[in-house]
């Protein structure tokens, strides 16, 4: 099986930090030898795509789970016949993969049925072996044959097979249109077959037709073929000619896609107990067969994660994924892997940060492009250094990746941040799950979401509409309680508003006991620093 690519992502609402760092780390591998692209597990914001554009660079593709699909499987692909195909065909494919069964398709590869061996076995001991309904071609490949004569391509009729000497071993009257006769070196049956206008007359053995003869097929339009093996050698092959349509096979099958999961395929197996599956895509297309013990775990997808190291925050079934290196700059959370790996977490206000010492470690030199989008997920993690996670360690990255990329970052941090708090055209629910992130605590969940902008009176005019919507979420959702944070950009602190069970967490974390939805929390403007600890320690403490 091809080598997949190494996905890097990160959260599943991603901000412009995790976007760029997804780009940043994916070119960096590459340079490394590593197959890597990036990606994102759902709609980027307008921060981002403002940083995206103004760089000349393409969204990362989008993902929706990285579970383990049927099409990531070594199931057997391409792997069919046609109603039309010879029954040797058929045969010799199931031969040649070692599968007792193979799909049947139409001319649109739709599937018709499946075919078994015993399918096979069990039409060779019919009592119908004087019956042909097939091909010139088939015939051909199945006897090993030699065109002489063609005339028609559908080959149907009445097999005799005359093996022995006698020169009335047929009485002329049962030669018509319809027989297909198989005979060796008998020159006065042949010379009667021909004359009645036969469909097909097969000689066997070392034999070759007179030409006299070929004069009188040519007038009749007689089709023949000639082979080298022995008439009862050619007779034991010539019913694998016929058509696979003759066979009474099975046509009620059950298929599985291959964008089924491989969890919903070992479930759905359990249920029906078939040893085989043909597998369809999203056209209805047959593209293969499965084989229920060829079914094993070794087809993970390999990822590597940045912005993020938590089972919340990540993809739909990483439990499947094989990660391969994680980058952060947030707490540790408890994502766990089966084998140890690159763990990097630093203190740092962004995960470009890390990775631009990445690049330095690897001596690797940064693209302008790439250096431009790493500038933009510091300066946005940062809020263009305002950020109390800011550290100097960010800010010599700035002032390295604002000149490889020849950009005032003051200038253009402003323009991105004022990019991204543009609320137009936004629902409120999208400004709400914009920058949310959910976190545990024991047996239940909080949802804190962020947004930053210089215009904090577009969300406070409509405050009681936020709350409402916030309650609606905490009970609908099952969380504990939900918290948006206004950040104001321009005042350098948030605005709190919140569900009802908030309001005493607050009060306590923020030591004002004159807390009320709508309150101005001056300097608050890290979630990762100034919201998310002392949150997360009041809910622990009660808990």
Do not use: W
């Not at 003759?246 to 089924?260: A, Q, R, S």
Request: glycine fraction near 4%; hydrophobic fraction near 35%; proline fraction near 3%.
């Amino acid at each position: 099986m091809k080598s997949k690519k190494v996905l890097i992502f990160g959260h599943r609402n991603p901000d412009t930090d995790s976007v760029t760092s997804a780009i940043a780390l994916s070119y960096l591998k590459r340079e490394l030898g590593i197959d890597a692209i990036p990606a994102v597990l759902s709609d980027i914001n307008q921060e981002t795509k403002f940083v995206l554009n103004y760089f000349n660079e393409k969204e990362p593709m989008f993902i929706n789970d990285i579970k383990i699909k049927v099409r990531d499987l070594n199931y057997t692909k391409r792997y069919n016949v046609t109603e039309e195909d010879s029954i040797n065909t058929t045969y010799k494919k199931m031969a040649e993969a070692e599968i007792s069964k193979i799909p049947v398709i139409d001319n649109n590869k739709k599937l018709l049925g499946i075919i078994s061996m015993k399918d096979i076995a069990k039409d060779q001991f019919s009592n119908n072996i004087d019956l042909l309904d097939t091909t010139y071609n088939n015939i051909i490949d199945t006897i090993d044959g030699e065109e002489v004569l063609k005339f028609d391509e559908e080959i149907n009729g009445n097999l005799s097979i005359i093996s022995y000497q006698k020169e009335y071993a047929l009485e002329e009257s049962k030669f018509n249109n319809n027989t297909i006769l198989m005979v060796g070196d008998r020159h006065n049956i042949i010379e009667q077959a021909l004359n009645k206008g036969i469909k097909l007359l097969i000689i066997t053995g070392p034999n070759k037709i007179k030409e006299e003869y070929l004069e009188i097929a040519k007038r009749n339009r007689v089709n023949i073929i000639n082979t080298n093996n022995s008439t009862i050698i050619t007779a034991r092959k010539i019913n694998l000619c016929n058509k696979v349509k003759t066979l009474p096979y099975e046509k009620n099958i059950t298929v599985i896609n291959e964008n089924d999961s491989l969890t919903d395929l070992i479930k759905f197996a359990t249920k029906t107990r078939y040893s085989y599956y043909p597998v369809v895509n999203n056209k209805d297309e047959c593209i293969g067969i499965l084989r229920l013990s060829d079914v094993v775990y070794n087809n993970k997808q390999k990822v590597i994660l940045v912005d993020h190291n938590t089972p919340e925050q990540t993809a739909i079934g990483i439990e499947e994924a094989e990660i391969l290196e994680i980058i952060d700059h947030h707490n540790i959370g408890s994502i766990g892997t089966n084998s140890p790996i690159s763990f990097r977490n630093m203190p740092v206000g962004s995960t470009n940060t890390i990775i631009n010492l990445m690049y330095q470690e690897n001596n690797i030199e940064i693209p302008k492009n790439i250096a431009g989008l790493m500038l933009a997920g510091i300066l946005s993690d940062t809020l263009v250094l305002a950020s109390p996670t800011t550290t100097d360690i960010d800010r010599e990255a700035v002032k390295k990746l604002s000149s490889i990329a020849e950009i005032d970052y003051n200038d253009f941090g402003l323009k991105m941040l004022k990019a991204g708090s543009s609320l137009k055209g936004k629902t409120k629910e999208e400004i709400i799950f914009g920058d949310f992130k959910n976190y545990p605590i024991g047996d239940e969940k909080i949802g804190l979401s962020q947004l930053s902008t210089t215009n904090a009176d577009e969300i406070l005019n409509s405050k009681d509409e936020y709350i409402s919507l916030l309650n609606n979420i905490e009970e609908g959702s099952n969380y504990y309680f939900v918290i948006l944070f206004v950040t104001d950009i321009i005042k350098q602190g948030s605005y709190v508003i919140y569900s009802k069970r908030a309001e005493n967490i607050l009060k306590k974390v923020y030591n004002n006991d004159e807390l009320k939805q709508g309150t101005f929390l001056k300097g608050i403007i890290s979630r990762k620093m100034q919201i998310v600890p002392g949150i997360m320690l009041e809910m622990e403490s009660n808990y």
